[in-house]
């Protein structure tokens, strides 16, 4: 026994620390899909495209759509995907980014914990950038929206004049606050996203591992 | 190597299966969208009832193929575990799931030499601690990891080896799934 002690040591050694992971190695496909789609639907409604436009609204209701998949991935995905895995703990966050400072970084199976509140945040505005569209749309599908638009470019205006009869005045005044919220909270998302994007910088040095690969198809075997 | 074509397979198929839940929800959110703008201008009609039949199917659709999903890449995991241990990454399947119990770095390296075999003394001797600390560390590493004692901590890992490992990864929460 006295023989082998010391390499079983030395293997435990080895083997205990750098293995461990923080995230895992490759995201599952609903997680990208609904990142890096809703990450191009704010790319293009946010900088790109015209504000109430057919390609806006449509652009948007995939986001809806893409976002309502990922809240139903996080009750129904596996372990690291689903909210519990990474529930929004303020506290938590802050002292994460105390131990990102001192470089004592704890790893996590999911999101850390700062990373966790911020895709909560981002998520949330996004939600509220949805509900306020769509009240300024008065809830018109993309389609609907298209034959309108389609109509007023023709040079029939009724279908206008048909819209504006059911908002009525009080209907107006929601609109346009419901505008002035949606602009800010897009203006807002971008500056998060620049964080976001930050932190996920940071994050990757400090801890010395891509945490983009995982979000992308690669680093699947390390 | 057959192994390796078995996991190409499953890539495909939870690539299929995602790309079908994305595009069914894609469906079910613009149906949705629509039936409820029909609910308000005339919900009685023949377009409406059809319209909200196809839109809850499809609701359901988004259901079960979610939960499909779900279970295809939990086998592909079982399966890719009982691989990498087959491959020699025992060590690092220890690992991960040490991360998954939260043990400490000093439970973590305890834990590792106590499923290598080496008894309390023998670990106090080369930690250079106390046997009433190694005891009190073991004491914890098996309620984190929720087993009984030593010969259930070690059969724990052993079961992985052998490839049965169809069951979720901690034994702790079965109610999760
Ligand atoms: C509009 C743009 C973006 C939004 C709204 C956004 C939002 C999010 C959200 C909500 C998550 C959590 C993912 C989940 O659990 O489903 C996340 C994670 C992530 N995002 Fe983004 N993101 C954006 C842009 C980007 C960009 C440009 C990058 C590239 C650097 C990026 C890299 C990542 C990475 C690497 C993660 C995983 C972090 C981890 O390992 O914990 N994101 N993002
Ligand atoms: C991620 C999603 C979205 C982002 C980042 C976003 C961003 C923006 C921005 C920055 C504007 C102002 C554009 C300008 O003034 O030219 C705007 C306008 C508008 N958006 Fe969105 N939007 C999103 C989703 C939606 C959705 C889902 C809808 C409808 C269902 C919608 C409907 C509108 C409308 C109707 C306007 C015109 C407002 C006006 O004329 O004052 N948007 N959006």
């Known amino acids: 026994m006295a023989a082998s002690l010391p ?27 609904s990142h890096w789609g809703i990450a191009l639907v704010v790319l293009f409604n946010a900088v790109l495209d015209q504000g109430g436009g057919t390609l806006h609204v449509t652009l948007g209701w995939i986001g809806m759509a893409l976002l309502a998949l990922r809240f139903i991935w996080g009750f129904a995905g596996p372990a ?30 999911s999101h850390n ?110 | 190597m057959s192994g390796g074509d078995l996991r190409a397979a499953r890539i495909r198929q939870t690539r299929a299966l995602a790309g079908f839940l994305v595009v069914q929800t894609l469906a079910a959110v613009f149906f949705v969208g629509d039936v409820i703008g029909d609910l308000i201008a005339d919900p009685g009609s023949v377009h409406f009832i059809f319209e909200a039949l196809v839109t809850a199917a499809l609701v359901l659709g988004v259901a079960f193929g979610a939960f499909a999903l779900r279970r295809t890449i939990e086998m592909m995991r079982a399966q890719e575990t009982a691989l990498s241990v087959a491959q020699g990454e025992l060590a690092q399947v220890i690992g991960e799931q040490f991360t998954d119990w939260r043990l400490t770095q000093a439970e973590r390296d305890v834990g590792m030499l106590a499923l290598k075999g080496l008894d309390v003394a023998e670990i106090a001797e080369l930690r250079g601690a106390a046997q009433g600390t190694v005891r009190a560390q073991l004491t914890r590493i098996y309620a984190k990891a929720g087993v009984s004692g030593r010969a259930q901590f070690a059969a724990f890992f052993v079961e992985d080896l052998l490839g049965e490992g169809v069951r979720p990864a901690t034994p702790v929460a079965p109610a999760a799934t």
């Open chain 1, 7 to 33: 390499r079983s040591t030395a293997a435990a050694a080895t083997a205990a620390t750098p293995d461990s992971e923080s995230g895992p190695r490759l995201w599952d496909p609903v997680v990208r899909v």
């Open chain 1, 80 to 109: 690291e995907a689903r909210f519990t895995a990474f529930p929004p703990r303020p506290v938590a966050a802050l002292a994460h980014l105390g131990a990102l400072r001192r470089g004592a970084l704890r790893r996590y199976r």
């Open chain 1, 113 to 222: 914990p700062a990373g966790a509140l911020m895709a909560y945040a981002l998520w949330a505005l996004l939600a509220l950038i949805m509900a306020t569209g769509l009240i300024m749309t008065g809830g018109r599908t993309p389609m609907r929206v298209a034959e309108e638009n389609a109509a007023v470019a023709a040079g029939d205006w009724s279908v206008l004049v048909k819209t504006g009869k059911t908002g009525e005045d009080a209907g107006k005044g929601l609109k346009k606050a419901a505008g002035e919220v949606h602009e800010m909270a897009a203006d807002l998302i971008l500056i998060l996203v620049l964080l976001h994007v930050a932190g996920v910088a940071v994050e990757s040095r400090a801890l010395g591992r891509n945490l983009l690969a995982p979000m992308l198809a690669g680093g699947r075997r390390q």
